[in-house]
């Protein structure tokens, strides 16, 4: 059966034990092609317009930077790092308050996004749930789903006509953005990681595969298998121990690089994994799942997550997969046949509000290429490159294995692909075994299409890859072979990198002696029985080579290093070096109009036909330098440093009126019998005290209860559901009398707790006497496993006021509760689910710019301790950033050296209304909170209010709370402020 798919060309470099660099017959070359529109693929690529294309993507979650002129700075910084194509999510709660309702105004305007997304160049990959996952409160689930009882991701035709409403609207508006009907999406994901595979399963995905067809999504589509299971392969795979699905194409993820320690170390645990051609084969081997369909990694980490209570991971994370690390493990991937990737993430963005599941805190940075404040990593340079090299040579994309190669070095293996069609050559060298780290020199040689060669010495230095390219037609060239990495290869111009003082040799055919024309340090031979030109280098700083004649177009060869490299950047087919960013290259009526970044004042080199230039729009002025390139004549600007006032002028309120006994709750909902859905078993007979049957779905949310006094009031025992490091404070007539975190530095948090409170002798006093419990509810669970893990219950689930040894639930008790104000029908709609709870303040609009906070308590400078329980601190801010300037600034709370604070307290961010996220002192680790512009007004007022949630002690008094400028730029785009309303509306 494995045998009918054997290629034959394939089959004979098998060799008999299977080495990592062993090829296996993982693709059937003979897979019909399978055509969707423009979009078709075989068993070794896809193809877009009928064209091979290697599919080099970023994920990027509009969602998670809610100032939707900002996604097309990512979107551009996606383009500039190399990848051709941008991943969504798309996170159904964002846009669904209410069961019938869906909004895709404002900042949930994904049209936007795709659009935005197509104006810039790049494809997109649209993967709609239901469910995502994704670090997201209930995976993406809505908190009305939470009172289904119906199960998630079945056939119970509940669960699928909610899930159709979502998905008729999100793929109505992706089919219009199909490359079929003129747009850029090019693939469509339905469903994500769905490991439960029973009947009831199937049928579900053959109603996603059917509605989605009948919504109007004629591109491939697939699914994202967790890791290599061998789950929801195509129909006709003929693998043994896979799980057929409805898809057309197979796709699965993986995160192989490791993360740091807990203690922010490096950790070079593993080598980068086979996962097509080099590896085990079969269901779970990857690719391998799947032989008529080309490779497809739906995510390959790039980074990776972080939790409450770490010792904050994401900038050791971008090191750890760092430049070497993508070289190693993405290059590896496209030696296996992996042909389609998609970083995860490329952006990772901000889970402002209440976004995040219980596994994340606010940052959700990843420490991806492009940082949370969206500067571009030393990472996301060393990603131009590998986008160069898939451009110059698009046949990546459907190599197969070629002759097996013998380095000279034990510590080092080499991959070697060809292209059938062209012949060309992609070389793989890695360490072996691929967790090593040292500096290996080695060489080896190899029957390419132009010859027998033998390398000159290369050099491996640590954990890392050569690409080394042979054989190959570039920018007008005869490319012998490289052991350069292609960064850029335009008609006439082409740029090549390798790490500083390594040596490089670059080999091109000419049929006569070309002239050369090569700086001293660029050693240049001609053999003329061959027609081999031979330039042997070392890099560094950018060299320029000119070539001309030998039956060629004239050339243009730079050579750098990394930083070289990394200080260059393709835009509209034009080649600028210098500035930290080129955004477009766009020439109008003889001018060139070049729109980027400077973190500094930075010399500026053109390779353009115009001899005029702009740079943001002022005249650069040029002269001509070598290579055909223009050189500006000073330096283009840098920024300039941006002043920030001290956030002195505070104001202060108590914001726990819940406590007292005399506080009027009589509007809030009885708790009562109700039908709910939750998880989590109350005792039998108990009502039904969790938030979500109550329409409170996101946040805090308060319970009270009247009691008479009694001697069988000795302790108050609760079930509660909170989260990751969620909370609850519990309060006797107005006093607070117990507070419990969840536990925290675990990466999957304890999410339920149980509390039990001595209750005070007041209880036992006769007489009418209250108790208050506010619960914090730091995010639903997603439900990764698909077992409804997501209905977990959050606020109560039980309360027991009972004697030491007696009878639980003795002292009786009638409850009531209030979350957001107005539950699902809340008045927001423009900053949407996410941003709101139950907090008094909240519910008064202390947190909305337009509240009127002149009766507070003034007190300067200081943010004072108040009362146990939440305060509230509120202040104005105008701030007048230079115009043209991009900064990212954030609020930064104590000492930001150290993970944690030695005071327990909790902030609640509010800018201009916007919840910016929570700031837990004694669980860190995040101290500093980006606001993206367009929630902070970096050209006027603002007003920042904190909900700061403590016991009351002095020692638990906020610290220090500041504006700082986590990056600035020359250059960026122009920001609209975020249209929402000021002040409170009527609830719907
Ligand atoms: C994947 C999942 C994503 C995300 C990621 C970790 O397995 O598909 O949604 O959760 O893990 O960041």
């Given at each position: 059966?494995?045998?009918?798919?054997?290629?034959?060309?394939?089959?004979?470099?098998?060799?008999?034990?299977?080495?990592?660099?062993?090829?296996?017959?993982?693709?059937?070359?003979?897979?019909?092609?399978?055509?969707?529109?423009?979009?078709?693929?075989?068993?070794?690529?896809?193809?877009?317009?009928?064209?091979?294309?290697?599919?080099w993507a970023a994920e990027f979650h509009p969602y998670r930077l809610p100032s939707p002129d900002l996604w097309r700075d990512v979107l551009q910084k996606i383009k500039a790092s190399g990848f051709n194509t941008v991943t969504f999510y798309f996170d159904w709660s964002y846009h669904s308050p209410k069961q019938g309702e869906l909004d895709f105004t404002g900042i949930r305007d994904m049209e936007r996004a795709i659009t935005m997304a197509g104006e810039e160049g790049l494809y997109a990959i649209t993967r709609v749930g239901p469910y995502v996952n994704a670090e997201l409160a209930r995976g993406g689930f809505p908190g009305w789903l939470n009172n289904q009882r119906a199960r998630a991701r079945t056939d119970d035709p509940e669960y699928l006509k909610a899930a159709d409403e979502w998905l008729a609207a999100i793929d109505g508006i992706v089919a219009r953005h199909q490359i079929n009907n003129g747009g850029n999406v090019i693939l469509h994901q339905i469903e994500n990681e769905l490991s439960q595979t029973s009947p009831a399963h199937r049928r579900y995905m053959d109603h996603l595969y059917a509605v989605t067809r009948s919504y109007g999504i004629t591109v491939p589509i697939f699914h994202n298998d967790p890791g290599r299971n061998g789950n929801w392969v195509p129909d006709g795979s003929p693998v043994p121990g896979v799980v057929h699905g409805p898809v057309d194409m197979y796709a699965f993820d993986g995160y192989p690089g490791g993360t740091c320690t807990a203690q922010g170390k490096i950790a070079r645990g593993n080598g980068a994994p086979d996962w097509g051609y080099y590896g085990i084969g079969g269901a779970k081997g990857g690719a391998s799942a799947s032989p008529d369909t080309p490779?497809?990694?739906?995510?390959?980490?790039?980074?990776?997550?972080?939790?409450?209570?770490?010792?904050?991971?994401?900038?050791?994370?971008?090191?750890?997969?760092?430049?070497?690390?993508?070289?190693?493990?993405?290059?590896?991937?496209?030696?296996?046949?992996?042909?389609?990737?998609?970083?995860?993430?490329?952006?990772?963005?901000?889970s402002w509000g209440w976004l995040p599941a219980p596994v994340v805190f606010t940052s959700y940075d990843y420490g991806a290429a492009i940082a949370e404040d969206r500067s571009l990593r030393e990472k996301a340079l060393a990603l131009k490159p590998i986008g160069g090299t898939l451009a110059a040579l698009p046949e990546i994309a459907a190599m197969v294995p070629a002759e097996k190669l013998t380095p000279s070095s034990d510590a080092i293996r080499l991959y070697h692909n060809r292209s059938p069609e062209t012949d060309a050559r992609l070389i793989l060298a890695a360490h072996q075994p691929g967790h090593l780290t040292q500096d290996t020199s080695f060489t080896f040689a190899a029957d390419l299409p132009d010859g027998h060669y033998q390398m000159p010495q290369i050099r491996l230095?640590?954990?890392?890859?050569?690409?080394?390219?042979?054989?190959?037609?570039?920018?007008?060239?005869?490319?012998?072979?490289?052991?350069?990495?292609?960064?850029?290869?335009?008609?006439?111009?082409?740029?090549?990198?390798?790490?500083?003082?390594?040596?490089?040799?670059?080999?091109?055919?000419?049929?006569?002696?070309?002239?050369?024309?090569?700086?001293?340090?660029?050693?240049?031979?001609?053999?003329?029985?061959?027609?081999?030109?031979?330039?042997?280098?070392?890099?560094?700083?950018?060299?320029?080579?000119?070539?001309?004649?030998?039956?060629?177009?004239?050339?243009?060869?730079?050579?750098?290093?990394?930083?070289?490299?990394?200080?260059?950047?393709?835009?509209?087919?034009?080649?600028?070096?210098?500035?930290?960013?080129?955004?477009?290259?766009?020439?109008?009526?003889?001018?060139?109009?070049?729109?980027?970044?400077?973190?500094?004042?930075?010399?500026?080199?053109?390779?353009?036909?115009?001899?005029?230039?702009?740079?943001?729009?002022?005249p650069v002025a040029m002269r001509p330098a070598a290579g055909g390139s223009w050189q500006s004549i000073a330096p283009i600007p840098g920024p300039v440093p941006i002043a920030l006032p001290a956030l002195s002028d505070w104001r202060m309120a108590e914001g726990t009126p819940e406590a007292a006994p005399t506080f009027d709750d009589s509007a809030w909902q009885a708790i009562d019998h109700r039908a709910d859905a939750t998880l989590s078993q109350k005792p039998a007979g108990q009502p039904t005290m969790t938030m979500d049957p109550y329409g409170f779905h996101e946040g805090d949310v308060w319970y009270r209860a009247h009691f008479a006094g009694s001697p069988d009031a000795q302790r108050l025992s609760l079930t509660y559901g909170a989260g990751g490091a969620g909370m609850v404070q519990v309060f006797l007539d107005g006093r607070l009398i117990g507070q419990q975190d969840l536990p925290a530095a675990m990466p999957r948090p304890i999410t339920t707790g149980n509390i039990t409170v001595p209750m005070p002798d007041a209880a036992r006093a006769p007489g009418d006497h209250v108790l208050s419990v506010m619960a914090r509810n730091n995010g639903h669970n997603w439900d990764l496993t698909a077992m409804d893990e997501h209905k977990e219950g959050r606020g109560l689930i039980a309360a027991s006021l009972e004697p030491l040894t007696g009878p639980a639930f003795a002292v009786p008790m009638n409850w009531r509760i209030q979350g957001r104000s107005g539950g699902e029908d809340f008045a927001d709609r423009a900053r949407g689910t996410p941003n709101n709870g139950g907090q008094y303040g909240e519910r008064m609009g202390w947190h909305l710019?337009?509240?009127?906070?002149?009766?507070?308590?003034?007190?300067?400078?200081?943010?004072?301790?108040?009362?146990?329980?939440?305060?509230?601190?509120?202040?104005?801010?105008?701030?007048?950033?230079?115009?043209?300037?991009?900064?990212?600034?954030?609020?930064?709370?104590?000492?930001?050296?150290?993970?944690?604070?030695?005071?327990?307290?909790?902030?609640?961010?509010?800018?201009?209304?916007?919840?910016?996220?929570?700031?837990?002192?004694?669980?860190?680790?995040?101290?500093?909170?980006?606001?993206?512009?367009?929630?902070?007004?970096?050209?006027?007022?603002?007003?920042?209010?904190?909900?700061?949630?403590?016991?009351?002690?002095?020692?638990?008094?906020?610290?220090?709370?500041?504006?700082?400028?986590?990056?600035?730029?020359?250059?960026?785009?122009?920001?609209?402020?975020?249209?929402?309303?000021?002040?409170?509306?009527?609830?719907?």
């Open positions: 059966m494995m045998r009918s798919f054997l290629l034959a060309g394939v089959a004979a470099l098998i060799a008999a034990p299977a080495m990592a660099q062993e090829a296996r017959p993982t693709v059937n070359l003979k897979a019909p092609v399978k055509t969707f529109g423009r979009v078709s693929f075989d068993g070794r690529s896809l193809m877009i317009d009928g064209k091979r294309t290697p599919i490779g497809f990694m739906a995510e390959i980490g790039g980074g990776w997550f972080d939790y409450w209570g770490s010792d904050g991971i994401y900038a050791c994370n971008a090191v750890q997969t760092g430049p070497g690390y993508g070289r190693l493990f993405y290059g590896t991937n496209f030696v296996n046949g992996i042909g389609l990737q998609s970083v995860y993430m490329g952006y990772g963005g901000t230095n640590g954990y890392d890859a050569k690409w080394i390219v042979a054989g190959a037609n570039v920018a007008g060239q005869r490319l012998v072979y490289t052991t350069s990495q292609i960064q850029t290869a335009q008609n006439g111009l082409l740029l090549m990198i390798g790490r500083a003082g390594e040596g490089g040799r670059t080999v091109l055919r000419y049929s006569a002696k070309p002239a050369v024309k090569a700086p001293d340090g660029v050693a240049v031979s001609w053999d003329a029985s061959r027609g081999d030109l031979t330039l042997d280098y070392t890099h560094g700083a950018l060299s320029t080579v000119e070539i001309s004649g030998g039956g060629r177009p004239a050339l243009t060869l730079l050579l750098g290093d990394d930083a070289a490299g990394g200080a260059c950047w393709d835009a509209d087919g034009v080649l600028a070096c210098g500035p930290a960013l080129l955004r477009h290259a766009r020439a109008k009526g003889g001018v060139l109009a070049l729109t980027g970044d400077t973190v500094a004042p930075a010399p500026l080199r053109v390779w353009a036909k115009q001899t005029r230039i702009t740079w943001n729009g002022a710019p337009a509240f009127d906070d002149h009766a507070w308590r003034a007190t300067g400078a200081a943010l004072p301790q108040g009362s146990a329980g939440t305060n509230w601190y509120r202040t104005h801010v105008t701030l007048n950033v230079p115009r043209g300037q991009d900064a990212t600034i954030g609020l930064a709370f104590g000492d930001t050296a150290k993970p944690r604070s030695a005071a327990h307290y909790r902030v609640l961010i509010f800018v201009n209304g916007w919840n910016m996220g929570q700031f837990i002192a004694h669980v860190g680790p995040q101290r500093i909170f980006p606001i993206p512009e367009g929630i902070l007004n970096h050209h006027g007022a603002n007003t920042i209010a904190l909900a700061v949630t403590s016991d009351g002690a002095p020692a638990n008094a906020p610290e220090n709370v500041r504006l700082v400028t986590m990056q600035n730029r020359r250059g960026g785009l122009e920001v609209a402020q975020v249209a929402a309303p000021a002040g409170l509306a009527p609830i719907r």
